[in-house]
Nanobody, 121 residues
């Protein structure tokens, strides 16, 4: 079964940078999208950025100009470079992959366990 694992979270002061990584593994026939979501304490999970296909990239307005997503299709990885971090960026960051496990499988979403990002105010 496909799975995704995140890494790279931590504590950073406001204005600092962090780079998150997500690696997909397991039985994967084709990946449609890979991207990032986050969930702040007491709030719903929200979308941050993703590749909607192999070439299109989109970002939430709150992170545009500060975050950059990159993907290595050969390695099935997606990274999130986060610059000029703000306290409101604090939360658990999740990687989500939408993929076909087999050639005739219905595409499904696969989530990682999340990685904590903390930006003290």
């Amino acid at each position: 079964q496909p799975q995704v694992v995140e890494s790279g979270g931590g504590l950073v002061q406001a204005g600092g940078s962090l780079r998150l990584s997500c690696a997909a593994s397991g039985r994967i026939f084709a990946i449609n999208t890979m991207g990032w979501f986050r969930q702040a304490p007491g709030k719903q999970r929200e979308w941050v950025a993703d590749f909607t296909n192999t070439v299109v990239i989109d970002y939430a307005d709150s992170v545009k100009g500060r975050f950059t997503i990159s993907r290595d299709n050969a390695k099935n990885t997606v990274d999130l470079q986060m610059n000029n971090l703000k306290p409101e960026d604090t939360g658990v960051y999740y990687c989500r992959m939408n993929a076909h496990e087999g050639q005739y499988s219905v595409p499904r979403n696969y989530w990682g366990q999340g990685t904590q990002v903390t930006v003290p105010s």
